[in-house]
């Protein structure tokens, strides 16, 4: 009897180098990506005498710490600097590809990846970051690592591992008007919780997940971490090749029909056997906001803020009111009163043209009343974006726009809020100081962070009309 | 890396779950040299006011539990961000052992590559040893690798379970670089086959 496997394990299998002692292994990893938060580990590297093992496998860009405006003046602080030109330096140094400062693909390494094709089906990719498993959208096994395995992929290309399980999230169903991927991940980390895929790769299937483009399943699976889970990863279909096709990186003419041979080859057969499953229904999910300083803190823009008093669990309780106390909320509150001092859109999750032709839809004709920056995934994106007019709408509504970096997702590069502040933002987490010290994050979908910007409040973008469907 | 065998020392709880990454070391700071000083950094935002001054109110501030080089935590500890300089702030400031029921997957792996060990117990048992430790501040703990036991304030052992290649690169302090680069041959045979196999992964053969 035939035993169906999962894309997962099909793609593991073809990546074992050698066995280890227990349940390790030695894995091989296709695509390396670097930031300049890697310095360190280039460091360590060149301090043992070691060599980078395969530099072609290897490519980066600076994103975590580049200012977002003017990109000529050097930033306040030297040792700033000296991670951007660090980088700069280590990798022409080793013969490493890198789109830096100046470059019209340099960007955000998770848009940038997919960007160029270098994300493909079927390949293991890693990079010393949380979200890479925004990757994974393509039907690639992509996980975030630290600066030790950093290192170690360096010099050997392999990294050891021990299999984790495989769990399967399915959204069925269609999303109603003004429910974006945005809102289907928030909902799926509420129902499972920050931990709920600890120790597992996620594999998100289900009709309102195939119906989605490219870059939406990009901002679901970009947000598994958020869920505990180092993976996240979706079935390559027709709408994955047609967004490889032609890429600077994807394969051509006879590699290309090769490649898609495989690559036809990956979704989990039928009858594959998942250690967990969560099934969602798509046509209940209601647009979703954070209220709390955690991503799991996450309820319907049509709710109120929650009363920890009515939670049996003291652990839990406990959690929420610390929460609540840092975000300076009263249980009870109805979402939709609660006022902001700023806006941001940008970061890995949702930086993409997609969203930022969302943020447009809303936003045009209409006012911000609260300090907004767009901050685009690549360079190549705010170039399209200003082919397609959008700077123009933003900036017409009073919306700032930037150039391409990680910015106020994670502050890295001094773009910050101010204590107390009240932030409403595309990114992916809402930690305590994660947008600055004291700064209070609602995270949201890109047409509810540009909803916010115009009404200076948390509102429910549905009720503003004329808008896209958008991202 | 230093080899970690067994360890008896000053435990502190600190019991909120998930606490992430960010909260152990503010982003502000990964661009510091580790080195002296480097400790300061530990768990800042939570740790110090605005003045710098210490929070006495933050468990790590009060004074029997500063020689602490055990911390038994909550659910997901280490959660979120990948920085693997959560581990190194937590080493520097002493640390060497941590006990919860889950841990973040990431910050569980990069504990075994800096010498420290990261242990899973039940929740009800990490629960137990935070209320002992409450109760006794300042108690000690003893973690034995070798025999993979935590045994808590009270003297109670606790079995752990650890991944046999783990407990082995920690018991001798592996390089673990070192080891792999020892599999050169399968990795040489791994590469040459995928080569042929997948070509268009190949820089130049794209086409």
Not at chain 1, 58 to 82: K, L, N, Q, S, W
Not at chain 2, 55 to 64: H, R
Request: proline share 6%.
């Amino acid at each position: 009897m035939s035993v169906g496997v999962t894309m997962f394990d099909k793609i593991w299998r073809r990546h074992v180098v050698a066995e280890g002692l227990g349940e390790q292994v030695l894995l091989y990893v296709d695509r390396h990506l670097l930031h300049e938060g890697s310095g360190a580990a280039f460091d360590r590297l060149g301090g043992a005498g070691r060599r980078v093992r395969r530099p072609e496998s290897c490519f980066a860009t600076a994103d975590h710490y580049v200012p977002t405006t003017a990109r000529v003046a050097a930033t306040a602080e030297e040792e700033i600097r000296g991670m951007v030109e660090g980088l700069a330096r280590h990798t022409a140094e080793l013969g490493i590809s890198h789109f830096g400062l100046g470059d019209a693909r340099q960007g955000i390494v998770h848009v940038i990846g997919p960007e160029q094709g270098l994300t493909q089906p079927g390949i293991t990719l890693v990079c010393g970051d949380s979200h890479t498993a925004t990757h994974g959208a393509f039907g690639a096994l992509a996980f975030g690592i630290g600066s030790s395995e950093v290192e170690h992929v360096l010099a050997t290309q392999c990294l050891w591992q021990k299999k984790p399980g495989v769990m399967r999230i399915r959204v069925d169903g269609a999303r109603p008007f003004g429910v974006t991927a945005k809102d289907v991940i928030l909902s799926v980390i509420a129902r499972i919780g920050t931990a709920g895929g600890t120790g597992h790769a996620i594999e998100y299937a289900g009709s309102a997940i195939s119906a989605m483009s490219m870059e939406e399943r990009m901002t679901v699976c970009n947000m598994s971490i958020e869920a505990g889970a180092r993976a996240g990863m979706i079935a390559p279909d027709e709408t994955t090749f047609g967004y490889l096709e032609g890429r600077p990186h994807a394969p051509r003419g006879d590699m290309w029909e090769r490649a898609l041979a495989f690559w036809k080859t990956l979704p989990s057969d039928p009858g594959a056997a998942f250690d967990r499953e969560v099934a969602l229904d798509a046509r209940a999910i209601v647009p979703t906001v954070t209220w709390g300083t955690s991503p799991q803190d996450a309820l319907p823009i049509t709710g109120r803020v929650p009363d920890p008093s009515a939670t049996a669990d003291p652990v839990r309780r406990a959690s929420m009111e610390r929460a609540l106390s840092y975000m300076g909320l009263v249980p009870g509150t109805p979402l939709t009163e609660v006022r902001v001092d700023r806006v941001f859109i940008g970061s890995c999750t949702n930086s993409r043209i997609e969203d930022l032709r969302a943020v447009a839809a809303v936003v045009e004709g209409r006012r911000a009343v609260v300090p907004a920056m767009v901050v685009p995934g690549s360079g190549l994106i705010k170039r399209a974006a200003e082919a397609e007019g959008l700077d123009r709408i933003f900036t017409a509504a009073g919306l700032e726009w930037r150039d391409p970096g990680c910015s106020m997702c994670v502050g890295m590069n001094g773009d910050v809020g101010r204590e107390g502040e009240r932030c409403a933002s595309t990114s992916n987490r809402n930690f305590e100081g994660r947008q600055g010290q004291g700064v209070r994050t609602h995270l949201m979908s890109p047409a509810m962070a540009a909803a916010a910007a115009v009404t200076g409040r948390l509102t429910d973008v549905r009720t503003l009309g004329a808008l896209a469907g958008g991202a | 890396m230093d080899a970690f065998t067994r360890l008896e020392a000053v435990a502190v709880p600190l019991d909120l779950p998930n606490v992430d990454t960010d909260r152990i070391i503010p982003a502000r700071f990964l661009h510091k040299p580790t080195g002296p000083g480097y400790e300061r950094y530990l768990f800042h935002d939570v740790r110090f006011d605005a003045n710098g001054s210490e929070k006495p109110d933050f468990i790590l501030n009060q004074a029997p539990y500063r020689a602490a080089r055990i911390l038994v935590a909550g659910d997901n500890f280490g959660c979120g961000s990948s920085r693997e300089h959560a581990v190194w702030a937590l080493h520097a400031h002493g640390f060497r052992a941590f006990i919860a029921p889950s841990f973040g997957d990431i910050f569980f792996g990069s504990c075994g590559k800096n010498g420290t060990l990261p242990i899973v117990l039940p929740a009800e048992t990490v629960a137990g040893i935070r209320r002992q430790l409450h109760a006794r501040p300042g108690a000690t703990m003893v973690v034995d690798l070798p025999s993979q036991t935590v045994t808590g304030p009270d003297g109670a052992r606790h079995d752990f379970a650890v991944d046999p290649f783990r407990k082995e690169c920690l018991l001798t302090g592996q390089d673990e670089i070192a080891l792999t680069l020892g599999h050169e041959a399968a990795i040489a045979a791994f590469e040459a086959k995928r080569d042929v196999e997948s070509p268009w992964l190949v820089p130049g053969k794209r086409a």
